[in-house]
T-cell receptor
Framework: DTGVSQNPRHKITKRGQNVTFRCDPISEHNRLYWYRQTLGQGPEFLTYFQNEAQLEKSRLLSDRFSAERPKGSFSTLEIQRTEQGDSAMYLC?????????????FGEGSRLTVL | QQPVQSPQAVILREGEDAVINCSSSKALYSVHWYRQKHGEAPIFLMILLKGGEQKGHDKISASFNEKKQQSSLYLTASQLSYSGTYFCGTEMISGAGSYQLTFGKGTKLSVIP
């Protein structure tokens, strides 16, 4: 399977704990996005990488969130000191750059539940 | 800037047509359309680049009016498989020169027999 892979698929944690999600994009894709989605809402943009460079970060993203994409391959999204409001589905997507090749391929998502 | 979608929800009988609209207050580079079924990841439908183009795939087509910063998705002769939530994503060029794709809140489409 050469699609976008996300791990873990589900994570239940207690408030205040740190969690980390991993995304493995399609190998030749240089753009990688993280989105957050809550029930009944559209995917909310969190951050975006082109290769290893983090080019955009949502102003809604607090300092507790950090993302990396070392070497322009897989990416990690870490949430420190989790809060109940962080409970959501975290979606990763990858694409080729721009134009008609800009289709986003989404992973299955990592569902976070903060108790 | 999140695009605005309308309607929020629509119920169709098989064979009926529907239009979903997406508008933005910012100049757009492109518009994406995705469909998401319950519990699944969003699936790509089509991209429209600026230039007022129109695209179609089977009985689903879309238009992009760059001047009005609006896009519409047309579903013709709807099938049960069309049910799901449709999201438009608008791609803008940021001040830093990079591209950001922002999704609307979605339009829930239900097709009934």
């Amino acid at each position: 399977d050469t699609g976008v892979s996300q791990n873990p698929r589900h994570k239940i944690t207690k408030r205040g704990q740190n969690v980390t999600f991993r995304c493995d994009p399609i190998s030749e894709h240089n753009r990688l996005y993280w989105y957050r989605q809550t029930l009944g809402q559209g995917p909310e943009f969190l951050t975006y990488f082109q290769n290893e460079a983090q080019l955009e970060k949502s102003r809604l993203l607090s300092d507790r969130f950090s993302a990396e994409r070392p070497k322009g391959s897989f990416s990690t999204l870490e949430i420190q000191r989790t809060e109940q409001g962080d409970s959501a589905m975290y979606l990763c997507a990858s694409s080729l750059a721009l134009g008609t090749n800009g289709e986003l391929f989404f992973g299955e998502g990592s569902r976070l539940t903060v108790l | 800037q999140q695009p605005v979608q309308s309607p929020q929800a629509v119920i169709l009988r098989e064979g009926e047509d529907a239009v979903i609209n997406c508008s933005s207050s910012k100049a757009l580079y492109s518009v994406h359309w995705y469909r998401q079924k319950h519990g699944e990841a969003p699936i790509f439908l089509m991209i429209l680049l600026k230039g007022g183009e129109q695209k179609g795939h089977d009985k689903i087509s879309a238009s992009f009016n760059e001047k009005k910063q609006q896009s519409s998705l047309y579903l013709t002769a709807s099938q049960l498989s069309y049910s799901g939530t449709y999201f438009c994503g608008t791609e803008m060029i940021s001040g830093a020169g990079s591209y950001q794709l922002t999704f609307g809140k979605g339009t829930k489409l239900s097709v009934i027999p």
